[in-house]
């Protein structure tokens, strides 16, 4: 199989397992998820299950993860930095840093061992969604071909689809075509995964598809019919098509749309939406490392599945708490931080 290699790709995971050992979670704040409580911090995190809403760096988090939740992880989306080479400023806060010194092997380093930990993390019925552009998603999909492992045959474990989410936002360029959309990739860890087509599929209306044969019944109800192999495939106008792999029927957010929260790369609902409804049941688990402004754990809570986001930015934590705390319904969810094993064993001796 092609493998990308890069300066520093081995030494960084060979560490991995070393390093996530020295790694823990701390709670800071607790909130129980009772209406008549709402945005009231409890004493103690709220019995059962609890979200969680994590600020840490993502290879620290992630391997904080691994001892509770290696293997039970169904979904993951990420927006990832994309290798800009810009500093993203909300308000006058900066976000978050994608400058890495222009040095490729450094994101390189960063993005793989993101994926390998990721791949540790994931149930093995689950899915990974990675959200990228034009500057590094074909550097992406070699690693994730690495990783998920490669085949020609889609329907094993690995690559499923190149989603192209084609916009409108931004101006002309003069020198190049105008670049009008962002790359997600769709893999699964096993030929054994959540798909649901019929969620988020597309009337097949009246209009006119490929070359199949139209047909009006009495009662003016329209039928399409097409013949393959010797068989002769009939569909009604109100049946569902599996969505195709270029979405252009989400617009990106305007500076007046009213989800806007003023948050640098802050992506729709809509888009979330779709990947939660296809890739995961009520009440399944779905991880995020780069929360960004909250939308997968703010769809994850509207859709009633379990989420855990994390983010290194406090703005980005703050901002995802403030929205979760708005909402009329909540469940229980705990703010948590990354710790080292040596200021938690002082943290023990301190508490003893």
């Not at 308000?91 to 061992?113: C, M, P, R």
């Not at 070699?142 to 084609?166: C, Q, T, Y």
Request: contains cysteine; charged residues 25%; proline residues 3%.
């Amino acid at each position: 199989m092609a493998e990308l290699i890069w300066k520093g790709k081995w030494e960084s995971t060979q560490a991995l397992t070393s390093f996530a050992s020295t790694k823990h979670l701390r709670n800071i704040e607790h909130y129980d998820g009772a209406l008549e409580h709402k945005g009231v911090k409890t004493e103690h995190p709220p019995a059962g299950w609890y979200n969680r809403l994590i600020l840490g760096e993502r290879r620290e988090v992630l391997a904080a993860l691994l001892g509770e939740f290696a293997g039970k992880v169904d979904l993951v989306y990420i927006d990832p930095p994309f290798m800009t080479g810009r500093d993203f400023v909300s308000g006058t806060q900066v976000a978050f840093s994608d400058k890495w010194h222009n040095n490729l092997d450094s994101y390189l380093i960063w993005l793989y061992e993101t994926f390998v930990l990721l791949h540790f993390l994931l149930v093995e019925t689950g899915s990974l969604y990675v959200h990228l552009d034009w500057r590094v998603a074909h550097y992406a999909k070699v690693m994730l071909d690495e990783v998920f492992g490669f085949s020609p045959n889609a329907e094993r474990a690995g690559f499923k689809s190149e989603i192209i989410w084609h916009y409108q936002s931004g101006g002309r360029a003069q020198k190049w075509y105008a670049r009008k959309h962002d790359t997600i990739l769709f893999y699964t860890k096993s030929a054994n995964y959540c798909f649901h087509p019929e969620r988020i599929g597309e009337r097949r209306g009246a209009r006119k598809r490929n070359h199949m044969r139209k047909m009006q019944a009495a009662d003016g109800r329209i039928t399409w019919t097409i013949r393959s192999a010797g068989r002769l495939y009939t569909y009604d106008e109100d049946s569902l098509m599996t969505p195709a792999d270029v979405w252009n029927d989400i617009s990106h957010l305007h500076q007046k749309d009213p989800e806007r929260t003023g948050y640098a790369t802050q992506k729709p609902e809509a888009l979330l939406q779709r990947i939660l409804l296809a890739s995961s049941e009520a009440d399944n688990l779905v991880l995020d490392c780069f929360c960004g402004s909250g939308v997968t754990p703010i769809v994850a809570e509207q859709l009633g599945r379990r989420w855990i986001a994390a983010d290194m930015s406090p703005l980005a934590i703050q901002l995802t708490r403030e929205r979760l705390l708005a909402r009329e319904q909540l469940r229980p969810f705990v703010v948590q931080r990354i710790e080292t094993q040596e200021s938690q064993i002082l943290a023990d001796e301190q508490r003893g």
